[in-house]
């Protein structure tokens, strides 16, 4: 079983940056690919960025130059570090990983982080 603890959410005002991080805790496991969706209110959540274990990342194109995804693999920790952001950029922001444990794959999630952005 594979807990995440996300942190780093919160209400910043347009234009601001915050930083997100997410930590990956139990035993037997091991962590594959780790990544960020968020889920505004009325819409299907959507990945923003994903990063392999390897450090091969990927971003939906409105975060492209904007958000960057890396990750601690020691630490087994994903961070997205968000600049210039704007209020389309409000939503709960949900912590991913995919793991491999006794030769199973699974899919985690964390609980999610507010994420607000004022005009």
């Known amino acids: 079983q594979v807990q995440l603890v996300e942190s780093g959410g919160g209400l910043v005002q347009a234009g601001g940056s915050l930083r997100l991080s997410c930590a990956a805790s139990?035993?037997?496991?091991?962590?594959?690919?780790m990544g960020w969706y968020r889920q505004a209110p009325g819409k299907q959540r959507e990945l923003v960025a994903r990063?392999?274990?390897?450090?091969?990342?990927n971003y939906v194109d409105s975060v492209k130059g904007r958000f960057t995804v890396s990750r601690d693999n020691a630490k087994n920790t994903v961070y997205l570090q968000m600049n210039s952001l704007n209020p389309e950029d409000t939503a709960v922001y949900y912590c991913?990983?995919?793991?491999?444990?006794?030769?199973?794959?699974?899919?985690?999630w964390g609980q999610g982080t507010q994420v607000t952005v004022s005009s």
């Open positions: 139990g035993s037997g496991f091991s962590i594959n690919a």
């Open positions: 991913n990983a995919e793991a491999l444990s006794y030769g199973v794959w699974y899919n985690y």
């Open positions: 990063i392999s274990s390897g450090g091969s990342t």
